[in-house]
């Protein structure tokens, strides 16, 4: 495009500024150049985020599908009311915890590159190895007023071994009369890593299976006063390896499984007490977990009947800076996630307290982290002696 020519006006205008400039002190011209110079920086910072637009996050919100929930303009959490507990009730306290690569001390011989690490390491390493049980043994115990959940459900197991001495481990550091932790659900999984979800409790576990092919997702139904919790743990594909647009594997396949899990279980029984529970490796206003797991920040939304049937997120729609579980480039997320089904709301067999919902950090943060950065124990070229909790 051709320059506009500029005005006789306009150049006398000029060369009079100039000339004022030229008969000013050294030091005056010096800090005219500074505050035109930063001025105009400023500017061109100002103009440039203007138009480029409010900076997407790293999972930006995804068009809502037809066979997804309505996705409003904000996500908000917004709870159930709360509801009155016949007499007799017991409070059961559920964790969700990802033990970061939690091996045993068998050496298995494991042929993935990761595992191999681990797996020579646990098992021939026994002060590092009873040193990862006592960080997790430490951390975990100070819940529930010092004597721990009573259910605890972990990702990132490496077998039904490792879970058993996470159990004895636990039990060797409560409390006087505490109650013990007497069972645990897993079922191993060489797909990938060897690594799968587990469940320890102090309550009976029932009906404890796999599901999907060749993905971490743990069944296994609790049962406290006879009434039966339905827990689905599962740990989702790695962003490393998945960008989310898979629709038969990656996220997208685990979120797709767990709902067709839910749906049938909502067919058998409508009032059915289910919890899902995860490291999912994405956000809450993600595709994978809010179109195809439709994991909802609304309780409201969440009623019996519902097709396809929704789950109540107990993270969605919280702040990440209150609520993160993970830290990457700079800014924390709600990567672990829960989520209940309506059945969970009314005062019959299972419910829960919305007030009760949070992820401790004290102790947590190693000194000098940002944010709500996870202080993880590592691997072998890590610094022993600043090891922590997980990752």
Not at 41 to 70: C, D, F, H, M, W
Not at 135 to 163: C, F, H, M, T, Y
């Amino acid at each position: 495009m051709a320059r506009r020519p500029r005005s006789k006006a306009n150049t006398q205008a000029l060369q009079q500024l100039l000339v004022a400039f030229l008969n000013l002190p050294r030091k005056a011209q010096l800090a005219l150049v500074i505050l035109i110079v930063i001025g105009g920086a400023v500017y061109l910072g100002y103009r440039y985020r203007q138009s480029e637009g409010p900076r997407q996050s790293k999972n930006p919100p995804i068009t809502t599908r037809s066979s997804g929930p309505p996705r409003p303009a904000e996500l908000v959490n917004i709870p159930p009311p709360e509801v009155a507990f016949p007499p007799g009730s017991k409070d059961v306290v559920f964790c969700l915890w990802n033990m970061e690569n939690l091996f045993d001390d068998k050496p298995d011989r494991r042929s993935h590159v990761a595992d191999r690490e681990y797996d020579a390491w646990f098992s021939q390493d026994a002060v590092t190895r009873q040193r990862k049980y006592d960080r997790l043994v430490q951390i975990l115990l100070k819940l529930n007023g010092g004597i721990g959940p009573d259910v605890i459900a972990g990702v990132e197991v490496e077998s039904s071994r490792a879970a058993e001495l996470l159990k004895q481990a636990l039990n060797s550091h409560l409390p006087p009369r505490a109650p013990l932790y007497q069972h645990v659900a897993m079922e191993e999984l060489n797909a990938g890593r060897h690594i799968a979800p587990c469940l320890i409790s102090r309550y009976p576990i029932e009906d404890v299976r796999l599901h999907g092919r060749l993905q971490r997702i743990l069944e296994a139904h609790v049962v406290v006063n006879g009434h039966k919790l339905v827990v689905i743990a599962s740990h989702w594909t790695s962003q490393l390896s998945d960008d989310g647009t898979r629709e038969t594997g990656g996220r997208i396949g685990y979120a797709t499984t767990i709902a067709e899990l839910y749906a049938k279980a909502t067919q058998k029984d409508p009032n059915v007490d289910l919890l899902v529970c995860g490291d999912f490796n994405d956000s809450p206003d993600s595709e994978a977990v809010y179109d195809r797991l439709h994991l909802v920040a609304d309780a409201n939304l969440v009623t019996k009947g519902n097709q396809p049937p929704l789950l109540f997120g107990l993270l969605s729609g919280k702040p990440p800076a209150e609520y993160g579980t993970h830290f990457y480039s700079g800014k924390e997320l709600i990567y672990d996630q829960i989520g209940v089904s309506p059945g969970i709301f009314d005062n019959a067999g299972w419910g829960y307290d919305p007030h009760s919902v949070n992820v401790p950090t004290d102790g947590m943060i190693r000194f000098g982290s940002r944010g709500r950065r996870p202080w993880r124990f590592g691997t072998e070229r890590d610094d022993a002696l600043g090891r922590g909790f997980s990752d």
